[in-house]
């Protein structure tokens, strides 16, 4: 299968604070990035699809301006929290695909704003 | 709209017994495809088994299998002889081939618990 990672893998931040968090795909070229968030014992919820040279489409109830997303490039996707908050506290797991295939994940980073 | 069901929130199952995890789904979309991904407590999500809704036979990946049945709109993961590396989440995902880029909706999980 492919590789992605996602950097870093722990953050602890102050409140109001922003986190950057980065994703790549390490041996394929990916056309879309998917950006996820978890809570304990719950499931995946998406955030936002990436295609790279395009903005990032967001889905219902993420906030634009709160959760910045780049894709610079084949193999690079960001997740900037902007701002963050305790609530912001979470799993954030990224995806990477080409056209139709399969979804490959990183690793995840857990956000703890303090 | 899609819709994917797993109703078994946690399951046990015994060292070396196999197991199905069950998953239904809900789509009026003719064409898309269903995946299985194991989340350990690492959190890492791992892609374990696709079945597109045009494939005929039953997909197959070592230990994995699933059990298709589209008249019935269920995808069960079959796990065979489990190990106690099999403790973890999973999810069953559905994604509609061609349309809304290619996202993924999951399941709520099923959290197994291999006991030796």
């Known amino acids: 299968g492919a590789v992605v990672s996602q950097h870093p893998s722990w953050v602890i931040c102050k409140s109001g604070t922003s986190v950057k968090i980065e994703c790549r795909s390490l041996?394929?070229?990916?056309?879309?990035m998917f950006w996820y968030r978890q809570f304990p014992k719950q499931s995946l919820m998406l955030m936002a699809t990436?295609?790279?040279?395009?903005?990032?489409?967001?889905e219902q109830g993420v906030e634009k301006d709160k959760f910045l997303i780049n894709h610079a490039s084949l193999t690079l996707s960001t997740l900037t929290v902007t701002s963050a908050h305790p609530e912001d506290s979470s799993f954030y797991i990224c995806s990477a695909t080409k056209v139709r295939e399969t979804q490959y994940f990183g690793p995840g980073t857990r956000l703890l704003v303090l | 709209a899609q819709k994917i069901t797993q109703t078994q929130p946690g399951m046990f199952v015994q060292e070396k017994e196999a197991v199905t995890l069950d998953c239904t789904y809900d789509t009026s979309d003719p064409s898309y495809g269903l995946f299985w991904y194991k989340q350990p407590s690492s959190g890492e999500m791992i892609f374990l088994i696709y079945q597109g809704s045009y494939d005929q036979q039953n997909a197959t990946e070592g230990r994995y299998s699933l059990n298709f049945q589209k008249a019935r709109k269920s995808a069960n993961l079959v796990i065979s002889a489990s190990q106690l590396g099999d403790s973890a989440m999973y999810f069953c995902a559905m994604r509609d081939q061609y349309n809304q880029g290619g996202k993924l909706i999951f399941g709520q999980g099923t959290e197994l618990s291999v006991k030796p």
């Open positions: 041996d394929f070229q990916a056309t879309t």
């Open positions: 990436s295609n790279e040279g395009s903005k990032a489409t967001y």
